[in-house]
Nanobody, 126 residues
Framework: QVQLAESGGGSVQSGGSLRLACAAS????????MGWFRQAPGKAREGVAF???????KYEDSVKGRFTISQDNAKNTLFLQMNSLKPEDTAMYSC????????????????????WGQGTQVTVFS
């Protein structure tokens, strides 16, 4: 099974940028749907961006045009470039993985994903 570890969170002023990374180990990266989720205090977890090994991507509406998901297959690492950050982007961000064969397309609820990293906090202040 795959193990995931995020890095790159932090505090940034509104309008700034951060780049999150999710290093995967233990299995072939290309077998998985990879996703970034976030959860703010008192709010439900939401899927932010998803990607498969064919570079097919899917974004939550509020981050389209601001966030970019990408992956480096050679390094088994998933990235989330976050630009034009807003205070409402403040949340714990986690990467998740699930076997691609279980989906028609990568996306969906976090309940569909079995493998999770520990999360990294992103705080955007105005």
């Amino acid at each position: 099974q795959v193990q995931l570890a995020e890095s790159g969170g932090g505090s940034v002023q509104s309008g700034g940028s951060l780049r999150l990374a999710c290093a995967a180990s233990g299995d072939t990266f290309s077998r998985y749907c990879m996703g970034w989720f976030r959860q703010a205090p008192g709010k439900a977890r939401e899927g932010v961006a998803f990607m498969d090994s064919n570079n097919t991507t899917k974004y939550e509406d509020s981050v389209k045009g601001r966030f970019t998901i990408s992956q480096d297959n050679a390094k088994n690492t998933l990235f989330l470039q976050m630009n034009s950050l807003k205070p409402e982007d403040t949340a714990m961000y986690s990467c998740a993985a699930e076997l691609r064969s279980r989906f028609d397309y990568c996306g969906g609820s976090g309940y569909l994903y079995r493998y999770w990293g520990q999360g990294t906090q992103v705080t955007v202040f105005s």
